[in-house]
């Protein structure tokens, strides 16, 4: 292997991957070099496994070859260099086919000639002898091309170092693509949205379905007291105090919740951070106290961020979209849980009366101020409402007269109150994958022991993912008024067998589907929640337009 020279410029060197992308996709080169967003889809597990095969089994051959120049400021290490005819030969390996040119010939792809040729000029600088051309092997076609290294080769390479550079020192993220079929196999489409952002440029498109359906993993919640997680190789074990371990493996877990009194060794954080996993402390009674994620790459996204939501016009016109959204799915849900029940409908009506005039008085809101009035109005008739909808068949120790918080002073506010604790914690894990910075919202004011743009994003989903589970589990008779909580006289909390119970409840909604009314196509609640995460940064950064537009049907 050849020694790295160092480089001596202070701006940092390209790697001859992020050329591949910049052919590829302008977009997608600065999700992955400037905002250092990278996911590892099939394909990329694949493309690993096929160079891990050429490195084991590639004999007579260099393979796995690191170079740099510091001249060009590009470093990368290619598949593999031969010999022949007194030349070195750089080749690169792609699992998949070649391109075709009008007459049908195997051609290759603008983003693989542009790497090869990038691999072939860093050969020359290093073995200091001309490298005429180099090849790239289509494995699935069982094809190889030739790809010439001559002097429009090296005037292309030039001016892509160039263009990568200039996006590198821009806070402008491209466009997405004008070629759909390009995000069909990109990884970062659950990132970059480009069909959702067509599909509302274009109502009328049917979108191709490139978001998943549902959360990568599992939501490891460590309730019990005491408890230690610890690893073993890669996974996280789990050990009580009383009774035996359990195991479960990194890549099936996307976040641990440590509840209350439970601990975390150093290693398994770091395993943690490894895989991507979030760790994320509650106290006993549910509130979020700390999380730990990796946060590397989020400086353009955060600054974007701090840019926008400094003026008051676009916090303004967000809030009205978020309390719009909130006040409208307490409107919907009361009614929808009253239909066809005129008894019930009758002692709802004057909630129903009294929110309906607010809603409609949102989008004339001359500021925040007057919008939070709106929003708390409505939120006292939809909390006199919620009352009702239990019906005779619920204890009145599990019933409210009121809303209670911090602390809550009775079992249904309890219920609420650790319910809206695990949204919280969910809310923030959605932020945070997303770049965000918690701490600037637009809508709530700062607090000390709350992240304004948690509780922001938290209003789009307490009807849906807490108020709704948590009425209809009393209705059906699921909690213990003595054994599923502890009752003083200052306040009222949850058990060790009610936050089981409440936490069962809550991931259970989690992995629900429902459709997506603007969009069209199902997903769970958990998804949910990172796509409007995500569909919030979109708001300053050019495609505006799909934050908070979901309601409940």
């Given at each position: ?40 889809d ?7 496994q ?14 796995a ?5 510091e ?35 195997p ?5 693989d ?5 990038a ?7 290093a073995?200091?002898q ?26 292309d ?25 390009l ?9 970059c ?7 509302d440029?274009?109502?009328?498109r049917?979108?191709?379905r ?9 939501t ?75 946060t590397?790459?989020?400086?353009q ?6 840019q ?23 409107y919907?849900?009361l ?10 409908r ?17 989008p ?9 009035g ?24 599990l ?17 609420l109150?650790y ?7 969910a ?30 994003l ?7 993912l807490?108020?709704m589970?948590?009425v209809g ?12 909580f ?27 589907t ?27 950064t ?12």
């Open positions: 292997m050849l020694p790295l020279p160092v480089l001596g410029s202070h701006r940092p060197p390209v790697r001859v991957m992020a050329l591949h992308a910049l052919a590829y996709c302008r977009r997608l080169f600065y999700l992955e070099e400037v905002e250092e967003i990278r996911v590892a099939h394909r990329v597990f694949a493309g690993r096929l160079h891990a095969a050429l490195e084991a089994d590639e004999e007579g051959e260099t393979v070859l690191e170079l740099a120049s001249t060009l400021g590009l470093l990368g290490k290619v598949d593999c260099v031969r010999r022949r005819d007194g030349s070195y030969l750089p080749y690169e390996h792609k699992r998949g086919k070649p391109g075709r040119a009008a007459d049908d010939t051609q290759v792809w603008p983003s000639r542009l790497q090869l040729v691999y072939a000029v860093l050969l020359e600088e073995f200091g001309p490298i005429p051309e180099g090849r790239v092997r289509y494995h699935a076609a069982n094809v190889t091309v030739r790809v010439p290294v001559d002097d429009r080769a090296r005037a390479l030039t001016a892509a170092i160039a263009d990568a550079r200039r996006l590198r020192e821009t806070l402008d993220r491209p466009p997405i693509t004008d070629n759909p079929r995000c069909e196999k990109c990884s970062l489409a659950p990132v949205l480009p069909e959702e952002v067509r599909q440029r274009e109502p009328e049917e979108p191709v490139l978001f998943p359906p549902d959360r990568d993993g599992t490891l919640h460590v309730v019990a007291q005491g408890t230690q997680v610890g690893i073993s190789a890669d996974t996280l074990v789990l050990r009580p105090r009383e009774g035996p371990e359990s195991k479960h493996p990194a890549r099936s877990v996307d976040t641990v919740l440590l509840h209350g009194f439970s601990q975390i060794t150093t290693q398994a954080v770091r395993k943690c951070v490894e895989h991507g996993i979030g760790v994320h402390w509650l106290s006993v009674s549910g509130h979020h106290t700390a999380s730990l994620v990796p590397a790459g989020q400086v996204r955060r600054v974007r961020q701090y926008a939501l400094a003026d008051d016009a676009t916090c303004l016109r967000l809030a009205k979209q978020l309390a719009a959204a909130k006040v409208e799915g307490q919907r849900y009614m929808r849980a009253s239909r066809g029940d005129d008894e019930a009758g002692e709802i009506q004057t909630s129903l009366n009294g929110i309906q005039p607010l809603l409609g008085r949102i004339d809101a001359a500021d925040r101020d007057s919008l939070r709106l929003e708390g109005a409505a939120a006292v008739h939809y909390f006199a409402a919620l009352r009702t909808l239990l019906g005779p068949q619920v204890p009145d120790e019933r409210a007269d009121s809303r209670s918080r911090r602390p809550p002073q009775d079992r249904f506010n309890a219920l109150s319910g809206y604790g695990l949204l919280h914690t809310v923030m894990r959605a932020v945070l994958a997303s770049g965000l910075e918690p701490a600037l919202g637009f809508f709530h004011t700062p607090r000390s022991a709350a992240y304004p743009l948690v509780l922001d938290m209003e789009l989903f307490r009807v849906t807490c108020d589970p948590v589990s009393l209705n059906r008779g699921q909690w213990d008024p003595a054994a599923d502890t009752v003083t006289r200052a306040k009222v909390w949850l058990s060790d067998a009610g936050r089981k119970k409440t936490i069962g409840l809550f991931e259970g909604r989690l992995q629900e429902w459709k997506h009314p603007v969009l069209n196509y199902s997903l769970s609640y958990a998804r949910t929640i990172e796509l409007e995460a995500r569909f919030l940064e979109k708001e300053w050019g495609e505006p337009g799909l934050f908070a537009r979901s309601r409940l049907r």
